[in-house]
């Protein structure tokens, strides 16, 4: 629906600020100090400050013990703990995979909440949504016995093929940085420790632990530290992993400039930095250099590290610098203090946190002929159709893999909310894409098939369940775990007949994570690699149309596994015509696209996987009430955008998915997201578009774009993206006026803003007022950035007066003579709107 902006009165917004951590009320008990050997011990005296104790306790250590609170350890239940030291009441630190919940931090994975994916969280706009967010990812780790969550990353979406791009908050500094006080201030107001990431510049996955990223000091300030500043001096994050990557020829985690003289310098962070994965490469060089913690083991800062010690390469006075610092963050979190059993999560009120979140961030990019929401009273047919309508899209893979409590599909989410009153035709469209370039093998080409899941490794003994599945597609740190089936020993055995729709050469790809054997006929055909994230083994076959041929895939891991094939060039796919039968029959046509991201691998493509692009343009020629919902982590091109009535961008939506989606699409919910990352027209028009820019050449990533990431790059251009950043469409329509700008900052370099919005609709709805700053031209700055930005929801006719602070950093830039930030003199362009391309107030302030 088209928007206006026109003018109105007002009442005033209040804006909620991240807080640091205090022991709440819904935190576990404090305990009383305890006998033994820590009784009367100055470290556990709760009126001393957690500077105190840590002093007070620091002494007591010796060497060897040191050693080991420096340094995580595996056992059969955690990837990544630091061991108790029960003789001094020292507590182990477990930590767990993030962002998007509680991943699984080890072997066992537990079922906890799946959140949208954080990509999503951003989209919000919203900083208490982000701490709502948070809220959950804390209460779920204290509750499943862990005490640090790995989040939130706050990575600049440099490049849009990042496999990672989904688990981040978009491409904009202040964004992003604003999002992460939110979400810190949630995760840490349970008294879990968060910790932000992949400090600095892990902006791709090809190459990610070898790549050297060439980076100029304005551009590092201003694009890519912003939101790790952010993080430790507003939202006071206890913990900060670095990067695998090289920034500047030095691998991030044992990077002087970036830890000691910027983080630890500077930013003034007074928690403690661990290591991503084996991101460490010297223990001399990562512990003179800030790194404090290394993961997931001792390997250079077990025997090693003592050693050099003693031979005087890495001095106790670092040592100690590095135990403080971890001891000082577990006392300033009542690790000490607070009896930490575990208990169970409650599913309904955070499945509630959830499902509000992903209606908050779900963005509407199209809306011709207000087909969008849906009225049962004129729609009595809808057909529901593509992969992610059947199951529920709960988020990319790799370490923000969560274990849902409950999944709820688009599909039965569309049946329970519209009854009896509309008939829905469901079509599959396409089978589930999970990391391959092409579906999985589609359900009509697999008869009776079977899938037996064994209370072992073996495929021994009576299956605990035997189902008839669609596919062979299944993430499972994703689906919710089988009754009677052992987390972390079982096995599973999918058998049928594979049947061909037409005569011809078919590649069937197995890709697996773990490990997987394909038989065809009896005979081992492929065997899966087994690597991280997927591998894939490929094995072509000639099929007769209409013969079964017996298949068989035996799976014995945790993590992935799909069968897909590529069919014969110009083999018509039935699933696409009974897709179009069922969109002929019915008044309005959803489908579903999407993909699969994850940690570890880059996507080749800006396109849908598979024929999804096809399968659109099919439906939305059958019928031209066609709506898309994008389940993706990024963006996507839309060859077909011209071709649908609407598009729904859901981002992974998941457990909530489909009570989220069908409350958007009915109107039951205002879409209230905007994009926190530009959808542009092609991938040439991205700013790292040359091989020396990404993926990189002989190992070496140029940076040569600057400071202009994401819409910095088509304003400057002047390139007109697909969809801008910011941007979103509502149920409703808005005004924007009055705009108030004072002629020149105040005394302490502060700028605030005010101004009217007002619901000139009939529906109630919620806008986002975004403020971009435009320097003089002397700065030589990018044409315009965001620097604040309010959400408002209005009741239809509702006005309110929204006033935003712009900080005095609005106004200045990363002087690299100087070494600091430095105010620009001269006259600054405030520009309001409701995205970075439709800025119709403005006015201007004067720095002296």
Known sequence: MARTLRSTTAAAVVLLAAVAFAPPASAAPLTDVPAGPCAGSPWMDRHRSPDERAAALLPQLTLDEKMQM??????????????????????????????????????????????????????????????????????????????????????IARVPLNGRTFEAFGEDPYLAGRIATGNIAGIQSQGVIANVKHYAAN?????????????????????????????????????????????????ACQNAPLLNDILKGSFGFDGFVLSDFNSCYSTVECANNGMDMELPSATFYGDALKTAVLNGQVSMATVDDHVRRILTVMFRFGLFDRAHPTAPIDARADGAIARQVEEEGTVLLKNNGNVLPLDPGRAHSLAVIGPGAGTAVTGGQGSPD????????????????????????????????????????????????????????TWTGTPVATRGEPWIDTDFHQVPPLPGLPVNNWSVRWAGNLVAPVTGDYTLNLISRGGATLYLDGAVLAKGSGSFPAGTASATVHLDAGVPRAIQVDYASQ?????????????????????????????VAVVFVGDMEAEGMDRATLALPGFQDALVSAVAAANPRTVVVLNTGAPVLMPWLDQVAGVLEAWYPGEEDGNAIAATLFGDVDPGGRLPITFPKSLADTPANTAAQYPGVNGTVHYTEGLQVGYRWYDAHNDTPLFPFGFGLSYTTFSMANLSVPSAPGSNGTVTVSLDVTNTGSRAGADVVQVYVSAPASAGEPPKQLKGFAKVSLAPGQTRHVTITLQDRAFSIWSTSAGKWTAVPGVHTVLVGDSSRNLPLKDTVTVP
């Open 70 to 155: 420096m340094h995580t350890v595996s056992d059969a239940t955690h990837s990544r703990e630091v061991l108790a030291i029960d003789r001094l009441c020292v507590p182990a630190l477990l930590m767990n995979n993030g962002p998007a919940g509680v991943g699984s931090g080890g072997p066992v994975q537990p079922s906890t909440t799946a959140l949208p994916a954080p990509i999503g969280q951003a989209a919000t706009f919203d900083p208490d949504a982000a701490r709502r967010y948070g809220t959950v990812e804390g209460r779920d780790t204290w509750d499943t016995g862990r005490n640090l969550m790995e989040g939130p990353n706050v990575n």
């Open 203 to 251: 902006n791709q996955e090809i190459n990610r632990n070898t790549v050297d990223e060439l980076i100029d000091q304005r551009t590092l300030h201003e694009i890519y530290l912003p939101a790790f500043q952010a993080a430790v001096q507003d939202g006071h994050s206890g913990t900060v992993m670095c990067a695998k990557n090289l920034v500047n020829d030095v691998h």
């Open 402 to 457: 969560v274990a849902p409590l409950y999944t709820v599909s688009p599909l039965s989410a569309i049946r329970a909310r519209v009854g009896d009153r509309v008939t829905v035709n469901y079509a599959e469209g396409m089978p589930p894409v999970n990391l391959g370039p092409q579906p999985a093998v589609p359900s009509y080409a697999l008869q009776n098939l079977t899938a037996a899941y064994y209370p072992n490794k």
């Open 559 to 587: 993590g992935t596994v799909e069968l897909g094939w590529t069919a014969p060039a110009g083999a018509d796919d039935p699933a696409i015509a009974q897709a179009v039968a069922a969109a002929r029959a019915s008044d």
